[in-house]
């Protein structure tokens, strides 16, 4: 079991950077696999950024490679977005997801638990 609890949304100008975290519960958390993902207003949920239980592999959807960064501290238990270069299209709620196993996942399916979200919103 792994709860979690995502932070740091907020309004920002374009071209801003935003950190975004998701602290999670439990002694198993460096043994899931970690995403990021996206849902704007009737928008279907999608990716964003996925990293393994170790680390040391990340993946980005295109639209955000070069701007956003995903790590984590399994000694805080805690994962991040960073984003950087914000757009108004980067406007949504981001919501981090566990899933076990600790490879790679790219689909909300394959993710076995969530946080609540956090806003984003990108505009002048």
């Known amino acids: 079991q792994v709860q979690l609890v995502e932070s740091g949304g907020g309004l920002v100008l374009p071209g801003d950077s935003l950190r975004l975290s998701c602290a999670a519960s439990?002694?198993?958390?460096?043994?899931?696999?970690m995403g990021w993902f996206r849902q704007a207003p009737g928008k279907e949920r999608e990716f964003v950024a996925t990293?393994?239980?170790?680390?040391?592999?990340?993946y980005y959807a295109d639209f955000v490679k070069g701007r956003f960064t995903i790590s984590r501290d399994n000694n805080k238990n805690t994962v991040y977005l960073q984003m950087n270069s914000l757009k108004p299209e980067d406007t949504a709620v981001y919501y981090c997801?566990?899933?076990?196993?600790?490879?790679?996942?790219?689909?909300?399916?394959?993710?076995?638990?969530w946080g609540q979200g956090t806003q984003v919103t990108v505009s002048s």
């Open positions: 990293i393994t239980w170790s680390g040391g592999t990340t």
């Open positions: 997801a566990a899933r076990r196993g600790g490879t790679l996942g790219f689909s909300t399916r394959e993710y076995d638990y």
């Open positions: 439990g002694r198993t958390f460096s043994s899931y696999a």
